[in-house]
């Protein structure tokens, strides 16, 4: 995550406050200003408050969500349990948009415990709204058998060719279904090309999306697994380029 120092604060014993004469610009900058490793505190305050303060209510409830989301202080102090009321009501206000759907249900199915079938269906209403949606697919291909998780992980990568997550997902199913030959070959595009990283992602969920489902944060490391995996192969297996 996002590691920087917090900006127009003081200390009130074990508790931070803002300076009230401080200005407040309620932006995206200043809400990755708040950010701790794993801690979101502090932006998760910067969202209340800047709802409070009158800012754009629908950029800033999502904001909110996005920081609810990722906030890992622990199962005490972590804010994941409100993070679905938020959503919630995200969704209702915009139903229509398929990115609140996928992190909506990636939230429930993924994250929380107790939610899969609700989960699920978010998932799959997020790939109903945009059937090319990069990340639905990807996360929905992990639950479907083979045959089918190889058409919604191709989806994936239609749109994002070298999301390194994907082409490994995609190289160990068709190495299930038989297809050693293939799966090799979608390994081999580890090693050639570099890593697909969503730069369009929300600037506060942008470590998470390319840490977790680009895999762009781990490249060095996917890559001295492939080269070990392609070793391991035998000779003559990957046809030349």
């Known amino acids: 995550m996002v590691l920087a120092a917090a900006n127009n604060k003081r200390t009130v014993g074990c508790e931070t406050a803002r300076v009230a004469s401080d200005p ?11 950010v701790r490793v794993g801690d979101y ?16 209510p629908a950029f800033w409830r999502r904001q909110l969500a996005y920081c609810l989301f990722l906030d890992e202080r ?5 804010q994941w349990e409100r993070a679905p009321a938020v959503f919630d009501q995200l969704v209702r206000d915009e139903p229509g948009d398929p990115d609140l759907r996928f992190w909506r ?10 939610y ?11 790939l109903d709204l945009d059937p090319n949606h990069p990340y639905a697919n990807l996360v929905l291909a992990a639950y479907e058998d083979p045959p089918q998780s190889i058409a919604f992980v191709q989806r994936t990568l239609s749109s994002q060719p070298n ?11 068709l190495a299930q279904a038989g297809r050693n030959h293939d799966a090799q070959e979608v390994l081999a595009i580890v090693l050639r090309d570099p890593p697909y990283i969503d730069i369009e992602a929300p600037v506060i969920l942008r470590d998470y999306v390319n840490g977790v489902l680009t895999g762009a944060h781990w490249a060095d490391q996917s890559r001295d697994e492939v080269t ?5 192969a035998r000779p003559g297996d990957i046809a030349p380029r």
């Not at 505190?41 to 969202?47: F, K, L, P, Q, S």
């Open 105 to 114: 249900g990636y939230l429930l199915k993924v994250v929380l415990v107790g």
């Open 24 to 34: 407040l610009p309620f932006d995206e900058a200043g809400l990755v200003s708040q």
């Open 228 to 232: 070990s995996e392609l070793a391991a």
């Open 74 to 78: 622990g199962p005490v102090a972590n």
């Open 163 to 173: 999301n390194y997550r994907a082409l490994r997902f995609l190289a160990g199913r």
């Open 41 to 56: 505190a502090d932006a998760i305050v910067y969202c209340e408050e800047a709802l409070a303060a009158g800012a754009p």
């Open 116 to 126: 899969d079938e609700l989960g699920m269906n978010e998932l799959r209403r997020a």
